[in-house]
């Protein structure tokens, strides 16, 4: 289940009239969930489920099967008729096509991470013509859907949304490279870094793209520049808590497995960090080695031993109060209620 399909297209009912109720139902589009939030997956289920009945259909409309079927491209081709007119029903098109957009710029991101560094294959991956083909069509894959998506803004014709997400399409590109590059410097370990650098990258990388999408929403529904920053910020600070709350799945999870591996560079083991100093942390480190082997379990239980994850659990909090604090520029409505029930979804731990 996709929250960022679904955030896409709960803005439309915020606070525009007419046919399309509020700008809220692409937000709720634009924010597609890339992982399980840190609540049992019936009570997840259920916050995406309300949400839907808002939108109007589900986000499984967002697959790429869906959006690829013959018979969707026979609706989209009769639509593209109205291109011109003042029928209603080619503004909500507009709507629903950011959605769409978003989601496939997404989506080939990653694709395109999915590419195998070849140095690295171990025998027990497979043949290596079979990964070099698979790189291929990883490469392939992700450009076409690019392609769809810059197709799919130029038929908005709203240079404003295009220059939005052609920025936001920049910030994912660099926020990529500081990563691979960070990692590429530290021997694939860990990053010094502090946690004000590691939000600016994360933005970057995971945030941006959603916050300027949402902000996109509100341009397309003809809002002034307050209420695009608000929905600026909602979609910036609900990413960031989106971010922190998957990075702390290792180590909040009631039953997690001694072999599950976490991110070195994750909010938690970098508040850790930060809290314990750069020289303790390598030693940490190299004592949870055994045999050239990072042995996880015993290192996730040192940091969940510190003061970093209970500090990422309140800046998880931090930002999902101040995504609440943006939806409170919008009027009461079922589209803003399923929006904080979202948040909350994302910082409740108990």
């Known amino acids: 289940m996709s929250l960022r399909q679904l955030l896409l297209r709960l803005p439309r009912y915020l606070g525009a009239s007419g046919p399309l109720r509020g700008p809220l139902d692409t937000i709720s589009s634009v924010i597609s969930c890339r992982g399980q939030s840190s609540r049992s997956p019936a009570q997840w289920n259920q916050v995406v489920s309300e949400a839907e009945k808002i939108v109007g259909y589900p986000t499984s409309f967002m697959s790429l099967r869906c959006l690829l079927s013959d018979e969707l491209c026979n609706i989209a081709m009769q639509v593209r008729k109205l291109v011109g007119t003042q029928h209603p029903l080619l503004t909500t098109v507009s709507q629903r096509s950011l959605a769409e957009i978003t989601e496939l710029i997404h989506t080939a991101l990653l694709v395109h991470r999915g590419i ?19 790189n291929k069509i990883a490469i392939l894959s992700g450009d076409f859907l690019l ?66 999408s949402c902000q996109a929403a509100m341009e397309l529904a003809k809002h002034d520049a307050e209420v695009q920053d608000m929905a600026f910020q909602y979609g910036k600070h609900m990413a ?39 020289d303790l942390w390598i030693k940490q480190i190299r004592e949870a080695q055994e045999k050239g082997r990072l042995d996880y379990a015993k290192l996730r239980e040192t940091i969940k031993a510190g003061k970093g994850v209970t500090s990422a659990i309140d800046l998880c909090r931090y930002h999902g109060n101040k995504a609440l604090e943006a939806l409170e520029s919008f009027p009461p409505s079922e589209a803003r209620t399923a929006l904080e029930n979202i948040v909350f979804a994302m910082t409740r731990f108990s």
């Open 147 to 212: 392609a769809n998506a810059c197709n799919g803004l130029a038929l908005l014709q709203n240079t404003k949304v295009v220059e939005l997400l052609a920025s936001a399409l920049m910030d994912l590109v660099q926020g990529v490279y500081y990563e691979n590059s960070t990692l590429a410097k530290e021997n694939r370990i860990t990053d010094d870094i502090g946690i004000s650098t590691w939000k600016e990258q994360t933005f970057l990388s995971h945030g941006a793209l959603l916050a300027k």
């Open 240 to 278: 960031m808590s989106h971010k922190i709350n998957s990075d702390l799945l290792p180590f909040i999870k009631e039953k997690t497995g001694d072999s599950l591996t976490f991110n070195l560079n994750s909010a938690p083991v970098v508040l850790h960090q930060e809290f314990l100093g750069r």
């Open 116 to 134: 195998v560094n070849l140095n690295e294959l171990q025998s027990s991956d497979g043949p290596l013509k079979d990964m070099q083909f698979g």
